[in-house]
């Protein structure tokens, strides 16, 4: 199979689809990779480093799309990328497609096979190609939430941990799954005041039994988001439902009730934000304020540690990177009911049920079109 690797054009998005040890497994194994010219730079990787693990340089990403029968990338299309997708081709990537309307539709135009990292699962009910951007993510939401804290910034001036003397900021993690968890780590870490809120027991008594009494563990009703968000200085949103849009958890009456100079980072912007007043931001311009309450909504946090993510996120694709080069797509997604959950679109039809519901658009079972 040609495999065809482009450079990330996202507002400062530095990862790559594949490093050069990547490439050189799939070449290995007798496929061909394209890899568009400067694609690595942003994580130390030189067009010299892909030809020596047997890529081919391009000069223009047209190129790539054009002469490659798999496109693999890091972030979801961009527009002008969407429109040198064709018929047949397959799409691997990053894709969030419940709240994004306009991209879903040129997807579905495009007749491409559309397979997304954050839908794919595994064995243990776990989603194994988004858990490590969630990972990067939940951790860098603390580093980026004590900025937002920060005087200059529009936050109150408070220092996450305190110092002694004065008390620690109250950080609340709405959501502990892999995103929360990790956010709760680096708070604790940071010594703050820490309290994580879920609706699965399980997960709460997982987190206690980490934490050991250094977090706070809270059943997540209305009310008691309502309760922990107001006295807040720092919210981290991680709620995930996948494939779908975030529900809204966190109001607009609740942001105009906080506490002014706290600030909230809402790590579920990629589905459409878990706060009412969330809308994605860069990191050219992270944050805004609303009703005196930062808000940090960069879409492609992980973006910022480009090395570290690419690599993570490598480690956990390769694998199924291999299975579609060396069975096709077809074979591979019949083979593997986990990578099926990946397809999203598949040549004009809608597979995903929770995107199809977010959008009212048509479902078509994949199993009875890969019959």
Same mark, same amino acid.
């Given at each position: 199979m040609i495999i065809g690797v482009p450079k990330e054009i996202k507002n400062h998005e530095y990862r790559v689809g594949m490093v050069p040890a990547s490439v050189r497994e799939l070449t290995a194994r007798g496929h061909r990779v394209f890899v568009e010219t400067r694609a690595g730079l942003g994580v130390g990787f030189s067009d010299d480093d892909y030809r020596a693990a047997g890529a081919e340089v391009l000069e223009t990403a047209a190129e790539v799309f054009s002469q490659s029968e798999m496109i693999v990338k890091v972030k979801e299309p961009q527009t002008v990328e969407r429109a040198m997708l064709r018929k047949g081709q397959i799409l691997f990537t990053y894709l969030h497609l419940a709240p994004d309307l306009p991209q879903t539709k040129e997807l579905i135009e495009s007749g491409a096979i559309?397979?997304?990292?954050?839908? !794919?699962?595994?064995?243990?009910?776990?989603?194994?190609?988004l858990a490590p951007m969630s990972e990067v993510a939940g951790r860098m939401s603390i580093q980026a939430g004590a900025q937002a804290l920060e005087k200059s910034r529009g936050g109150s001036g408070m220092l996450l941990g305190? *110092?002694?003397? *004065? %008390?620690?900021?109250?950080?609340v993690v709405i959501g502990g799954g892999v995103v929360g968890s990790n956010a709760a780590r680096m708070a604790i870490g940071m010594r703050a005041d820490v309290t994580i809120l879920d609706r699965s027991i399980d997960?709460?008594?997982?987190? #206690?039994?980490?934490?050991?009494g250094a977090a706070k563990v809270v059943y997540s009703t209305a009310e008691a988001i309502e309760r922990h968000v107001l006295a807040a200085d720092l919210v981290i949103g991680?709620?995930?439902?996948?494939?779908?849009?975030?529900?809204?958890? !966190?109001?607009?009456?609740?942001?105009?009730?906080?506490?002014?100079?706290?600030?909230? !980072? #809402? *790590?579920?912007i990629d589905q459409g934000g878990?706060?009412?007043?969330?809308?994605?931001?860069?990191?050219? #311009?992270?944050?805004?304020?609303?009703?005196?309450?930062?808000?940090?909504?960069?879409?492609?946090?992980?973006g910022a540690v480009a090395r570290t993510s690419t690599f993570a996120l490598n480690n956990a694709t390769l694998p199924y990177i291999i299975k579609l080069a060396d069975k096709g797509w077809r074979d591979a997604l019949r083979a593997d009911r986990h990578l099926l959950a990946g397809l999203n679109v598949l040549?004009?039809?809608?597979?995903?049920?929770?995107?199809? %519901?977010?959008?009212?658009?048509?479902f078509t079972d994949p199993h009875l079109l890969l019959a």
């Open positions: 559309c397979i997304a990292y954050e839908t !794919v699962t595994d064995d243990r009910g776990g989603l194994p190609l305190g *110092v002694p003397g *004065v %008390e620690p900021a109250k950080v997960a709460l008594r997982r987190l #206690d039994a980490e934490f050991q991680g709620v995930l439902i996948p494939g779908a849009a975030a529900p809204k958890l !966190v109001t607009r009456e609740h942001i105009a009730r906080m506490k002014p100079g706290s600030a909230i !980072v #809402d *790590v579920a878990c706060v009412e007043t969330s809308h994605a931001t860069t990191h050219e #311009d992270p944050t805004y304020i609303v009703d005196g309450v930062v808000h940090y909504c960069v879409a492609n946090m992980p040549e004009g039809r809608l597979t995903c049920k929770e995107v199809a %519901e977010a959008h009212g658009l048509a």
